[in-house]
């Protein structure tokens, strides 16, 4: 999510509703579509916690039997946000082990990642922001080989930007500036990306919160972006096709919010995160599961 006054992410009610939550009945969901549109069938969904699942998640390789990981509101550590890093978005994890997590704050000229390396130890990334670049760090997205990570800004864009991947590329250390080295190019504007996942070394599938729906006849779209070439470090371009809606449904009418998302190449299945309007978000927000076919 971006800022919104500090960002819509934050959902300022969601304190006050989560302490009413113990008063009230579980709204009634609407029931599933009979068919999912587009090239990704919906085979499943888990309930997202609004807390602590409710802003990114990714599937974990190393070491073997990791389970999946989350951030939310609640997965912010005390430290941080009194450094005034108090947001935290959608995250990944390289097949070698290595987990990043994307930070934003209220103000300033930068934006931090947050690396655990496979020992288990965090080194913290800043990177200052370059000429026009967007204060909010929504997502990040690591390479099939690791050595660059793409993250995206909110609002209509047509780049995405490139960096080395802080604490895998030997290019980066926690004492420097962590640069922006190159964009993606894209043939089509996006809107409101929250979260990208590579799929292969040239495509990448992510999650639009798109409310409008004027780019590309539908809100909240699935977005695949075809590469030019692997990523390198140098300027590609993308090739942007909506492929479909994401799930909305709720037993609460109003605006939903897609959140993050994951591919996990081990089983082929690719993994949305999307909140549910009003009360519902602590009831029936939901991560939908997707497989292609």
Not at 50 to 66: C, H, K, R
Not at 73 to 90: E, K, Q, S
Not at 144 to 157: A, F, K, R
Not at 201 to 230: H, V
Request: net charge negative.
């Amino acid at each position: 999510m971006p800022l919104r006054s500090a960002g819509r992410r934050f959902r300022p009610a969601l304190t006050a509703l989560i302490a009413a939550a113990t008063a009230t009945v579980l709204a009634l969901t609407a029931a599933p579509p009979a068919a999912a549109a587009g090239t990704w069938t919906e085979v499943g969904s888990d309930r997202a916690d609004p807390l602590t699942e409710s802003q990114g998640l990714t599937s974990v390789e190393v070491p073997a039997g990791s389970p999946n990981r989350y951030t939310g509101i609640g997965t912010v550590p005390l430290g941080l946000a009194f450094r005034g890093w108090n947001h935290v978005g959608d995250p990944d994890a390289s097949y070698d082990g290595h987990y990043i997590e994307p930070y934003q704050r209220d103000s300033g000229g930068a934006k931090m990642y947050r690396v655990q390396a496979p020992d288990g130890t965090w080194s913290e990334y800043v990177h200052a922001l370059s000429p026009g670049e967007a204060l909010n760090n929504s997502w990040v997205a690591i390479t099939p080989d690791g050595q660059w990570m793409l993250s995206g800004e909110w609002g209509t864009m047509t780049r995405l930007l490139v960096f080395p991947t802080p604490g895998v590329n030997p290019a980066t250390s926690p004492s420097a500036n962590l640069p922006q080295v190159a964009k993606v190019r894209l043939d089509h504007a996006v809107r409101d990306v929250q979260g990208c996942d590579f799929e292969t070394a040239t495509r990448l599938l992510c999650s639009s919160d798109d409310p409008e729906g004027s780019l590309f006849g539908m809100t909240k779209p699935l977005l695949q972006i075809d590469l030019s070439a692997a990523p390198d470090g140098t300027d590609v371009t993308g090739h942007v096709t909506a492929l479909r809606q994401l799930p909305l449904r709720s037993g609460c009418s109003g605006g939903f919010e897609a959140e993050g998302i994951d591919y996990d190449r081990r089983t082929g299945t690719l993994r949305v995160i999307v909140i549910s309007p009003g009360f519902c978000v602590l009831t029936d927000s939901k991560t939908y599961r997707f497989t292609r076919g």
